[in-house]
């Protein structure tokens, strides 16, 4: 099982967190994502603590993204939220976006203590700023017939083991909560309509 898990960070972490696809923001009382793009690791300069390595940072995000996204956890493979519901509501997309900006601040103070963790820690702020860039543009929570929130709450099932007793007892606590997620994602969509941006007619 350890081995799953290392392997599972390892993948997201060299994937540049592919998916990155996890809530109103713990985090921002820590300060405001800059419009534009990270400038890079190592662009601030830390003085008051020891800036923490691009491996600490994105393991720290691997365990946050499977807590507010157990969804993204089972795609992932990340053991120990499968009978657990993500909060598809305005607030916690809006928790997931907070911390993709987190980390991004996190990363832009860190230390690479080689190449390759330099190059994952340029490749993982790429993604996280895509995905900050993708929801103020309401291109993340939108319905469409490809790929969607919409869709998590069907095809996470096809992913989940049902070998044990407790494994049927994941499939069912997520099905209990499938009408909370149906209902924060219709208050999503609710939201999008009111600023203007409805899903397409036929989707």
């Known amino acids: 099982?350890?081995?799953?898990?290392?392997?599972?960070?390892?993948?997201?972490?060299?994937?540049?967190?592919?998916?990155?696809?996890?809530?109103?923001?713990?985090?921002?009382?820590?300060?405001?994502?800059?419009?534009?793009?990270?400038?890079?690791?190592?662009?601030?300069v830390v003085t008051h603590e020891t800036p923490r390595t691009v491996d600490e940072i994105a393991d720290a995000y691997v365990d946050d993204v499977a807590a507010l996204n157990p969804y993204e956890a089972t795609y992932a493979g990340i053991p120990g939220h499968d009978g657990e519901t993500t909060d598809l509501s305005p607030e916690g997309n809006a928790e997931r976006v907070g911390l993709a900006k987190r980390t991004l601040r996190d990363l832009e103070a860190a230390t690479a203590r080689d190449e390759?963790?330099?190059?994952?820690?340029?490749?993982?702020?790429?993604?996280?700023?895509?995905?900050?860039?993708?929801?103020e543009a309401g291109l993340d929570v939108g319905l469409n017939v490809l790929a969607s929130p919409w869709h998590s709450t069907r095809e996470v099932y096809d992913l989940m083991p049902t070998d044990t007793e407790e494994h049927w007892s994941n499939v069912a606590s997520r099905l209990r909560d499938l009408p909370k997620a149906v209902d924060g994602y219709r208050r999503t969509l609710e939201a999008e309509i009111a600023s203007g941006r409805p899903p397409a007619r036929r989707q």
């Open 116 to 135: 390759r963790e330099r190059v994952a820690g340029e490749a993982m702020m790429e993604r996280l700023g895509l995905e900050v860039e993708m929801n």
């Open 1 to 44: 099982m350890r081995a799953d898990l290392t392997t599972s960070r390892a993948t997201i972490r060299s994937e540049a967190v592919r998916r990155a696809g996890i809530h109103v923001e713990r985090a921002m009382h820590r300060g405001t994502l800059l419009a534009s793009r990270p400038a890079g690791l190592g662009s601030k």
